[in-house]
Protein backbone atom coordinates (compact mmCIF):
# COMPACT_ATOMS: atom_id res chain seq x y z
CA UNK A 1 0.00 0.00 0.00
CA UNK A 2 1.48 3.55 -0.62
CA UNK A 3 0.81 6.60 1.46
CA UNK A 4 1.48 10.27 1.08
CA UNK A 5 2.90 12.59 3.00
CA UNK A 6 4.02 16.00 4.10
CA UNK A 7 7.08 17.62 3.93
CA UNK A 8 8.28 20.31 5.87
CA UNK A 9 11.11 21.77 4.22
CA UNK A 10 14.51 20.15 2.84
CA UNK A 11 17.97 21.92 3.49
CA UNK A 12 21.03 22.02 1.45
CA UNK A 13 23.24 18.98 1.65
CA UNK A 14 25.80 17.15 -0.08
CA UNK A 15 26.14 13.26 -0.37
CA UNK A 16 28.90 10.80 -0.83
CA UNK A 17 28.54 8.51 -4.55
CA UNK A 18 29.55 4.90 -3.16
CA UNK A 19 30.43 2.38 -5.38
CA UNK A 20 28.51 -0.88 -5.62
CA UNK A 21 28.10 -4.00 -3.63
CA UNK A 22 29.76 -3.45 0.28
CA UNK A 23 31.37 0.22 -0.18
CA UNK A 24 32.24 0.17 3.17
CA UNK A 25 35.15 -2.33 2.76
CA UNK A 26 37.93 0.44 2.31
CA UNK A 27 38.62 3.38 4.22
CA UNK A 28 36.09 2.07 7.19
CA UNK A 29 35.87 1.07 10.66
CA UNK A 30 34.49 -2.53 11.48
CA UNK A 31 32.19 -1.46 14.77
CA UNK A 32 30.36 -5.17 14.95
CA UNK A 33 30.50 -8.00 12.67
CA UNK A 34 29.28 -11.66 13.45
CA UNK A 35 28.95 -15.15 11.69
CA UNK A 36 27.45 -16.72 14.17
CA UNK A 37 30.04 -19.49 14.42
CA UNK A 38 30.35 -19.20 18.54
CA UNK A 39 26.58 -19.89 19.34
CA UNK A 40 25.42 -23.28 19.87
CA UNK A 41 23.28 -24.76 17.11
CA UNK A 42 19.66 -25.11 18.52
CA UNK A 43 20.14 -22.20 21.49
CA UNK A 44 18.42 -18.65 21.29
CA UNK A 45 20.48 -15.88 20.18
CA UNK A 46 20.00 -13.16 22.56
CA UNK A 47 19.80 -15.68 25.62
CA UNK A 48 23.52 -16.97 24.64
CA UNK A 49 24.82 -12.91 23.91
CA UNK A 50 22.55 -10.90 25.44
CA UNK A 51 25.25 -7.96 25.44
CA UNK A 52 24.94 -7.55 21.00
CA UNK A 53 21.22 -9.06 20.79
CA UNK A 54 17.98 -8.40 22.52
CA UNK A 55 14.27 -9.18 21.89
CA UNK A 56 11.79 -5.95 20.61
CA UNK A 57 10.25 -6.38 24.37
CA UNK A 58 13.81 -6.71 25.99
CA UNK A 59 12.80 -10.28 26.92
CA UNK A 60 16.27 -12.45 25.51
CA UNK A 61 15.53 -16.25 26.01
CA UNK A 62 11.86 -15.71 24.92
CA UNK A 63 10.30 -18.81 23.30
CA UNK A 64 8.34 -16.61 20.89
CA UNK A 65 10.78 -13.66 19.59
CA UNK A 66 14.23 -15.03 20.28
CA UNK A 67 15.63 -16.96 17.05
CA UNK A 68 17.38 -19.96 17.48
CA UNK A 69 20.78 -20.47 15.30
CA UNK A 70 20.44 -23.37 12.39
CA UNK A 71 22.79 -24.92 11.23
CA UNK A 72 20.69 -26.07 7.74
CA UNK A 73 22.24 -23.09 5.50
CA UNK A 74 25.00 -20.78 6.29
CA UNK A 75 26.54 -18.18 3.98
CA UNK A 76 30.20 -18.23 5.41
CA UNK A 77 30.99 -21.35 7.61
CA UNK A 78 28.06 -23.52 9.14
CA UNK A 79 25.85 -21.45 11.00
CA UNK A 80 23.14 -18.75 10.68
CA UNK A 81 20.18 -17.54 12.32
CA UNK A 82 17.11 -19.12 11.33
CA UNK A 83 14.24 -16.33 11.60
CA UNK A 84 10.82 -18.02 11.94
CA UNK A 85 6.97 -16.49 12.71
CA UNK A 86 6.58 -14.28 14.99
CA UNK A 87 10.24 -13.97 15.88
CA UNK A 88 11.54 -10.42 16.46
CA UNK A 89 15.26 -9.53 17.16
CA UNK A 90 16.94 -6.02 17.79
CA UNK A 91 20.52 -5.99 17.12
CA UNK A 92 21.27 -3.16 19.66
CA UNK A 93 24.14 -0.93 19.33
CA UNK A 94 24.46 2.74 20.71
CA UNK A 95 22.81 5.92 19.53
CA UNK A 96 24.60 7.75 16.77
CA UNK A 97 24.48 10.51 15.96
CA UNK A 98 26.99 11.79 13.56
CA UNK A 99 29.12 9.84 10.80
CA UNK A 100 28.46 7.38 8.02
CA UNK A 101 27.60 3.56 8.84
CA UNK A 102 26.56 0.77 6.96
CA UNK A 103 24.22 -2.02 8.00
CA UNK A 104 24.49 -5.20 5.96
CA UNK A 105 23.95 -9.14 6.13
CA UNK A 106 23.25 -11.83 3.84
CA UNK A 107 19.61 -13.38 4.00
CA UNK A 108 18.37 -16.43 2.27
CA UNK A 109 14.66 -16.83 1.57
CA UNK A 110 13.43 -20.57 0.89
CA UNK A 111 10.88 -20.75 -1.85
CA UNK A 112 7.22 -19.50 -1.17
CA UNK A 113 7.84 -17.67 2.51
CA UNK A 114 8.66 -13.75 3.19
CA UNK A 115 10.94 -12.22 5.27
CA UNK A 116 11.25 -8.55 6.64
CA UNK A 117 13.82 -6.01 8.57
CA UNK A 118 14.15 -2.73 9.79
CA UNK A 119 16.51 0.19 10.73
CA UNK A 120 15.22 2.44 13.61
CA UNK A 121 16.18 6.09 14.20
CA UNK A 122 14.44 5.91 17.87
CA UNK A 123 14.28 2.68 20.36
CA UNK A 124 13.49 3.59 23.71
CA UNK A 125 11.40 0.52 24.51
CA UNK A 126 8.34 -1.31 22.17
CA UNK A 127 6.23 1.63 22.42
CA UNK A 128 8.76 4.83 21.88
CA UNK A 129 10.07 3.73 18.34
CA UNK A 130 10.63 5.92 15.34
CA UNK A 131 11.37 3.96 11.89
CA UNK A 132 13.59 4.82 9.56
CA UNK A 133 13.38 2.30 6.89
CA UNK A 134 11.89 -1.02 6.68
CA UNK A 135 12.55 -3.60 3.79
CA UNK A 136 10.15 -6.20 2.63
CA UNK A 137 10.28 -9.72 0.69
CA UNK A 138 7.04 -11.06 -0.26
CA UNK A 139 6.14 -14.77 -0.88
CA UNK A 140 6.00 -13.51 -5.15
CA UNK A 141 9.90 -13.05 -5.60
CA UNK A 142 9.09 -9.28 -5.00
CA UNK A 143 11.08 -6.80 -2.26
CA UNK A 144 9.39 -3.45 -1.40
CA UNK A 145 10.79 -0.98 1.03
CA UNK A 146 9.74 1.75 3.12
CA UNK A 147 12.26 4.73 2.65
CA UNK A 148 11.60 8.10 2.96
CA UNK A 149 7.50 6.93 1.88
CA UNK A 150 5.85 3.58 2.01
CA UNK A 151 6.37 1.25 -1.32
CA UNK A 152 9.28 3.78 -2.23
CA UNK A 153 10.98 1.57 -4.35
CA UNK A 154 10.77 -1.85 -6.24
CA UNK A 155 13.00 -4.72 -6.70
CA UNK A 156 12.96 -8.38 -7.67
CA UNK A 157 15.37 -11.05 -5.68
CA UNK A 158 15.47 -15.09 -5.93
CA UNK A 159 14.46 -18.00 -3.75
CA UNK A 160 17.16 -20.74 -2.19
CA UNK A 161 19.84 -18.71 -2.69
CA UNK A 162 22.06 -16.08 0.05
CA UNK A 163 21.88 -12.09 -1.51
CA UNK A 164 23.63 -9.23 0.27
CA UNK A 165 21.95 -6.52 1.33
CA UNK A 166 23.15 -3.22 2.42
CA UNK A 167 21.69 0.01 3.92
CA UNK A 168 23.89 3.25 4.68
CA UNK A 169 22.99 6.16 6.38
CA UNK A 170 24.92 9.31 6.38
CA UNK A 171 24.28 11.26 9.43
CA UNK A 172 26.40 13.81 8.41
CA UNK A 173 24.72 14.75 5.54
CA UNK A 174 21.09 13.12 6.40
CA UNK A 175 21.23 10.88 3.17
CA UNK A 176 20.47 7.24 3.26
CA UNK A 177 21.11 4.55 0.04
CA UNK A 178 19.71 0.78 0.09
CA UNK A 179 22.11 -1.89 -1.67
CA UNK A 180 20.40 -4.92 -2.96
CA UNK A 181 22.82 -7.35 -4.86
CA UNK A 182 25.42 -4.89 -5.29
CA UNK A 183 22.48 -2.90 -6.73
CA UNK A 184 21.38 0.47 -6.05
CA UNK A 185 17.51 0.25 -4.72
CA UNK A 186 17.03 3.70 -3.69
CA UNK A 187 17.98 6.82 -2.41
CA UNK A 188 16.45 9.61 -0.05
CA UNK A 189 17.07 12.02 3.05
CA UNK A 190 17.13 9.61 5.57
CA UNK A 191 15.14 12.34 8.31
CA UNK A 192 11.83 11.65 6.25
CA UNK A 193 11.54 8.36 7.74
CA UNK A 194 10.32 5.02 6.88
CA UNK A 195 6.97 6.57 5.77
CA UNK A 196 7.74 10.25 5.13
CA UNK A 197 7.05 11.63 8.99
CA UNK A 198 10.84 13.96 9.96
CA UNK A 199 12.04 11.63 12.58
CA UNK A 200 15.42 12.56 14.15
CA UNK A 201 18.76 12.55 12.30
CA UNK A 202 20.29 9.43 14.25
CA UNK A 203 20.91 5.95 14.54
CA UNK A 204 19.61 3.21 16.42
CA UNK A 205 18.77 -0.50 16.10
CA UNK A 206 18.36 -2.91 13.53
CA UNK A 207 14.58 -5.21 13.78
CA UNK A 208 15.21 -8.65 12.39
CA UNK A 209 11.47 -9.80 11.80
CA UNK A 210 9.24 -12.75 11.29
CA UNK A 211 6.54 -11.39 9.71
CA UNK A 212 6.22 -9.22 6.47
CA UNK A 213 2.88 -7.32 6.20
CA UNK A 214 0.59 -7.35 5.06
CA UNK A 215 1.20 -11.20 4.44
CA UNK A 216 0.37 -13.39 7.61
CA UNK A 217 2.92 -13.96 10.07
CA UNK A 218 3.54 -18.05 9.60
CA UNK A 219 4.47 -17.43 6.17
CA UNK A 220 7.81 -15.97 7.20
CA UNK A 221 10.82 -17.96 7.35
CA UNK A 222 14.51 -16.92 6.20
CA UNK A 223 18.42 -17.14 7.43
CA UNK A 224 20.44 -14.43 8.30
CA UNK A 225 24.30 -14.89 8.38
CA UNK A 226 27.39 -12.30 8.20
CA UNK A 227 26.03 -9.24 10.31
CA UNK A 228 28.21 -6.05 9.82
CA UNK A 229 27.95 -3.05 11.17
CA UNK A 230 30.71 -0.56 9.78
CA UNK A 231 31.18 3.66 10.16
CA UNK A 232 32.47 4.61 7.15
CA UNK A 233 36.03 6.80 6.87
CA UNK A 234 34.45 9.78 4.21
CA UNK A 235 37.42 10.96 4.04
CA UNK A 236 39.93 9.18 1.27
CA UNK A 237 39.22 7.91 -1.54
CA UNK A 238 34.88 8.60 -2.64
CA UNK A 239 33.77 11.69 -4.80
CA UNK A 240 31.12 13.50 -3.83
CA UNK A 241 28.23 14.84 -5.42
CA UNK A 242 25.03 16.83 -4.84
CA UNK A 243 21.33 15.31 -4.60
CA UNK A 244 18.90 16.04 -7.78
CA UNK A 245 18.48 20.00 -8.56
CA UNK A 246 16.49 19.73 -11.31
CA UNK A 247 13.98 16.91 -13.02
CA UNK A 248 15.69 14.41 -15.41
CA UNK A 249 14.26 11.83 -17.17
CA UNK A 250 17.23 9.38 -18.42
CA UNK A 251 17.09 6.85 -21.56
CA UNK A 252 15.81 3.53 -20.42
CA UNK A 253 18.34 0.57 -21.05
CA UNK A 254 18.17 -1.82 -22.52
CA UNK A 255 17.20 -0.32 -25.74
CA UNK A 256 16.09 -1.77 -27.90
CA UNK A 257 14.75 -3.91 -25.28
CA UNK A 258 12.81 -7.64 -24.75
CA UNK A 259 10.10 -7.27 -22.74
CA UNK A 260 11.50 -5.35 -19.68
CA UNK A 261 13.19 -2.39 -19.48
CA UNK A 262 14.33 -0.06 -16.70
CA UNK A 263 13.59 3.63 -16.70
CA UNK A 264 15.19 5.91 -14.11
CA UNK A 265 14.64 9.92 -13.63
CA UNK A 266 15.50 12.03 -10.75
CA UNK A 267 13.51 14.26 -8.54
CA UNK A 268 14.72 17.53 -6.68
CA UNK A 269 11.59 18.44 -4.69
CA UNK A 270 8.61 16.44 -3.26
CA UNK A 271 6.47 16.25 -6.49
CA UNK A 272 3.66 14.19 -7.48
CA UNK A 273 4.84 12.06 -10.29
CA UNK A 274 3.61 10.18 -13.15
CA UNK A 275 4.91 8.28 -16.29
CA UNK A 276 2.91 6.78 -18.64
CA UNK A 277 4.16 5.06 -21.99
CA UNK A 278 2.18 5.97 -25.79
CA UNK A 279 2.20 4.11 -29.16
CA UNK A 280 3.33 6.19 -31.94
CA UNK A 281 -0.10 7.38 -32.73
CA UNK A 282 -0.50 8.91 -29.24
CA UNK A 283 -2.54 6.43 -27.71
CA UNK A 284 -1.67 5.67 -23.92
CA UNK A 285 -0.81 1.90 -22.99
CA UNK A 286 -0.40 2.07 -19.64
CA UNK A 287 0.48 4.39 -16.03
CA UNK A 288 4.16 3.21 -14.78
CA UNK A 289 4.17 5.59 -11.98
CA UNK A 290 1.45 7.61 -10.58
CA UNK A 291 2.27 8.99 -6.84
CA UNK A 292 3.73 11.68 -4.86
CA UNK A 293 7.61 11.42 -4.62
CA UNK A 294 10.11 13.00 -2.15
CA UNK A 295 13.35 14.19 -3.35
CA UNK A 296 15.74 11.41 -4.46
CA UNK A 297 16.77 9.34 -7.72
CA UNK A 298 14.38 6.70 -8.82
CA UNK A 299 14.17 3.79 -11.63
CA UNK A 300 11.10 1.73 -12.43
CA UNK A 301 10.85 -1.16 -14.33
CA UNK A 302 8.14 -1.61 -17.75
CA UNK A 303 6.95 -4.78 -18.88
CA UNK A 304 5.99 -4.88 -22.23
CA UNK A 305 4.65 -8.21 -22.77
CA UNK A 306 1.72 -8.30 -24.40
CA UNK A 307 2.74 -5.22 -26.59
CA UNK A 308 3.54 -5.79 -30.51
CA UNK A 309 7.48 -4.87 -31.43
CA UNK A 310 7.65 -0.99 -32.69
CA UNK A 311 8.48 2.40 -31.18
CA UNK A 312 6.85 3.60 -28.09
CA UNK A 313 7.51 6.98 -25.99
CA UNK A 314 7.67 7.00 -22.14
CA UNK A 315 6.69 10.39 -20.73
CA UNK A 316 7.07 12.46 -17.53
CA UNK A 317 5.33 14.51 -15.60
CA UNK A 318 5.85 16.13 -12.13
CA UNK A 319 4.58 19.58 -11.53
CA UNK A 320 4.78 21.42 -14.65
CA UNK A 321 7.88 19.83 -15.73
CA UNK A 322 7.30 17.30 -18.79
CA UNK A 323 9.58 15.24 -20.51
CA UNK A 324 9.36 12.67 -23.05
CA UNK A 325 11.32 10.02 -24.58
CA UNK A 326 11.57 7.07 -27.13
CA UNK A 327 12.12 3.47 -26.37
CA UNK A 328 12.09 0.65 -29.04
CA UNK A 329 10.65 -3.19 -28.43
CA UNK A 330 11.87 -5.51 -30.37
CA UNK A 331 10.52 -9.01 -30.31
Not at 117 to 125: K, M, T
Request: glycine residues 8%.
Amino acid sequence: MFYKFSLFGLISFFVLLISSFSPAQNNSVILYENDFESYTVGGQLACQDSIHWNTWEGTPCDWLEDPLLSNSKAHSGSKSVWIQPYNDLIKTFPYYTTGKYSIEFYLYIPSGYTASWCQLAVFINSDTTEWGFYALFDPFGNGNIAAGGWGAAQFSFSYDTWMHNELIVDLNSDWAEYYFEGNRIHSWQWTLGAGGDIIPRQLSVTNIMGFDFPNPPDSSQWYMDDYKLVRIDTTVGIKDFSVPKEYILNQNYSNPFNPTTMIKYEIPELSFVTIKVYDVLGNEITTVVNEEKPIGNYEVEFDATGLTSGIYFYQLQAGSFVETKKMVLMK
